[in-house]
């Protein structure tokens, strides 16, 4: 071998090749069937059997959507289009029961000439809630969100303006008592007449003070009953209703659980506890039948308001437990910084334990929450016209007697809307926080 080829071997290439592409069965949808549905031969068998039961489920389930009459006024008018248009045997779903009824399955029996009220306190809900479901939108608007409850409550109820506005004032004079009544009863003597003063005030004043009001400036809506709520508008009434109270409610409870005072702690086991240990479907009995032998004779206590109280209070007992779990997940060492701060016990729950709690405690809340909301349907078997209950209703009646499924599927869908729509939101705001916090 001579100087200059042991200098310039021929097998040493003294420029970079094209990058080649890679072989076929390891790139696109060849390499992603391969990587998840034939990895293996159980599961090439376990993938074939599947695509054979959904191509059975697909098969007899999507001509009957596909087939679809959405225009007739009876079960035997849509059965007439389907045999007069379609060949014999064809399977077809009537919704038309959907465009016939559709305003009682969302309003139940409200006036038809007040359909803007919840149409308008839906709209304002929506808009009140971002402020606090988006940080980017500015606090200020917070205060807006506060009053929103009483401006919904008189929405859909009506009667005298006076009435919320009385029942707010109720809030405004416990939070004056915490604040003044604190330094002189001590912060135990505080919390407990930041809580006695408004419920006398309800209880005693409240009501004359709005009547006595109204006599003089007489401003209001016309007064719907709770009888004539019905359909969605009543799942999302009792549903936001049990979601906005449970949450502070439930977490009250958890530290009262997680609390060294004796009494404090036992009232606060006892009383998750016993709701937890009871099925949802007994307290609405309970707030339905029994609940009046313990209030005053003559005392005429919504039944909607019965529930609400019931499904919060059911609610708040497993958000307590959530939060507990958040809260016993913590180190030890976040509650001792807190109190190397100089910080007294609210404020360490407020600023640095609770919200890393909550933080964590989030997919079991929101779970919570999805539950709650799938649970108003229970409301059926104490009377209250659910979207399950008015499916009797529009069965009953001889244009759409024998019907079913078609209502099953439009309830099915928009509970699921519902319910999906809040389990993105729980996974947007875990990833938004695992961002803050890397």
């Known amino acids: 071998m001579d100087n200059a080829t042991a200098q310039n071997p021929s097998y040493v290439r003294e420029e970079m090749l094209a990058q080649a592409e890679p072989p076929l069965g390891q790139k696109g949808a060849i390499k992603w069937l391969r990587d998840n549905l034939f990895s293996s031969v159980l599961n090439s068998i376990l993938t074939i059997v599947s695509i054979w039961f959904v191509y059975y489920i697909l098969s007899h389930i999507a001509p009957w959507f596909l087939n679809s009459i959405w225009d007739a006024g009876s079960l035997t008018e849509c059965r007439e289009i389907r045999d007069a248009t379609m060949p014999a045997g064809t399977s077809a779903a009537c919704f038309a029961v959907i465009s016939d009824r559709w305003e009682q399955l969302l309003f139940g029996f409200y006036p038809r000439s007040e359909y803007w009220r919840p149409v308008l306190a839906l709209v304002l809900m929506v808009v009140g809630i971002m402020p606090v479901l988006f940080q980017s939108i500015d606090r200020k608007w ?4 506060a009053s929103l409850p009483f401006v919904l409550f008189f929405l859909l109820w009506g009667g005298s303006v006076w009435l919320p ?3 707010a004032m109720g809030f405004v004079l416990g939070y004056a008592v915490n604040k003044f009544g604190t ?25 004359p003070l709005s009547g006595a009001i109204h006599s003089v400036l007489p401003i209001g809506l016309e ?6 709520f019905g359909g969605f508008m009543l799942s999302i009434v009792i549903g936001v209703a049990g979601i906005v109270l449970s949450l502070p409610l439930g977490i009250v409870l958890a530290l009262g659980r997680q609390s060294d005072m004796f009494i404090v702690n036992k009232l606060s086991t006892a009383f998750i506890e016993v709701i937890r240990g009871v099925p949802l479907i007994v307290w609405l009995f309970t707030a ?18 019965r529930v609400i109280i019931m499904v919060t209070l059911f609610s708040a007992a497993y958000i307590a437990e ?15 910084g807190a109190n190397s701060l100089g910080l007294d016990y609210w404020q360490s729950m407020r600023l640095i ?3 890393q709690a909550l933080k964590i405690s989030i997919p079991g809340i929101v779970n919570t929450f999805i539950g709650l909301f799938k649970d108003t349907t229970l409301v059926v078997f104490i009377g209250l016209l659910d979207p399950i209950g008015l499916t009797n209703s529009i069965r009953s009646s001889t244009d759409w007697n024998g019907i079913y499924w078609e209502l099953y599927v439009f309830i099915g869908l928009m509970f699921f809307i519902f319910c999906f729509s809040m389990g993105r939101y729980s996974l947007y705001l875990e990833r938004k926080l695992q961002r803050e916090h890397r």
């Open 353 to 355: 334990i609770l919200p």
């Open 142 to 145: 917070l205060v807006a969100s």
């Open 165 to 167: 506005i009385a029942i």
């Open 288 to 305: 339905s039948l029994l609940l009046n032998y313990f209030l005053p004779p003559g005392t005429n206590f919504d039944l909607m308001l």
């Open 322 to 336: 959530v939060v507990r779990g958040g809260l016993a997940a913590l180190p030890s060492g976040q509650y001792e």
């Open 183 to 207: 330094p002189m009863l001590g912060s135990i003597g505080g919390a407990l007449a930041t809580v006695i003063v408004p419920l006398l005030y309800w209880i005693y004043v409240a009501g």
């Open 223 to 228: 007064f719907i009953q709770s009888k004539d």
